[in-house]
């Protein structure tokens, strides 16, 4: 049986390690209109333990072939791809130390507070003031090798009561034009509970959506 503190080990402090940081500022520029913006993962990891690389290099040219089915000779054919294949494509593998950067994300966002102000008691005693309602729009942005993946949302925010509060969006990115996402947030005494669904259109035809996603959570909060 394996050593489990070689699990918590390769868990924690495996040997590939890196550094990253996260930045956020909020500016408030009056006391309904509020803009907020983050950078996060930004970093890296080096990797120098349990490592394998397989380097493959070449030019392969396949035109097709005319299989002889229900013949002895059938197999054949596909040995034959198979050994140009390894002719054409030299591999080699080694176990150098590489650095891979972390897939940085830049969030912004402008948020306009309306209708009925309120007041409510935070943890700390003091008092803070809310509006029932809110508009904002954000953009998000996440840089992948080939380029950066846009994401720009609309949201409207609702608080029914001062402990249930909802939250609608609509987002427009590269792989759809209908993604809209809801959001529900109530608070029971000491218990959180909180739901989010992203992408409702695509529950219809789950086999055709890009992405959908459904979160449930439970929070206990203690003074």
Sequence with gaps: ?????EYVKNTFFGGNLGLGFDFGVTYHINSQLKFSASI??????HHKKNIKNTRVAGNFVFEGTDFLFETADSANDW???DE???EDFPR???QEAYISWRSTKINAALKYSFGQRRS???YDHRYKDFYTDALGV???SVFRPLGPQLALTSFYEKSITDKIHTKFTYTIDEFSYTNIGAGLSAQLGKLNVYTMLDNILSYKNLSSANHVS???GFNLIFE
Excluded: A, H, W
């Design 1 to 5: 049986m394996e050593d489990p503190t």
């Design 40 to 45: 996060l993962d930004l970093g890296y990891i």
């Design 79 to 81: 040995d034959s791809i």
């Design 84 to 86: 140009r294949f390894e």
């Design 92 to 94: 080699g593998d080694n």
């Design 120 to 122: 409510k008691v935070c």
């Design 138 to 140: 954000q953009l998000f």
């Design 214 to 216: 459904l979160q449930v």
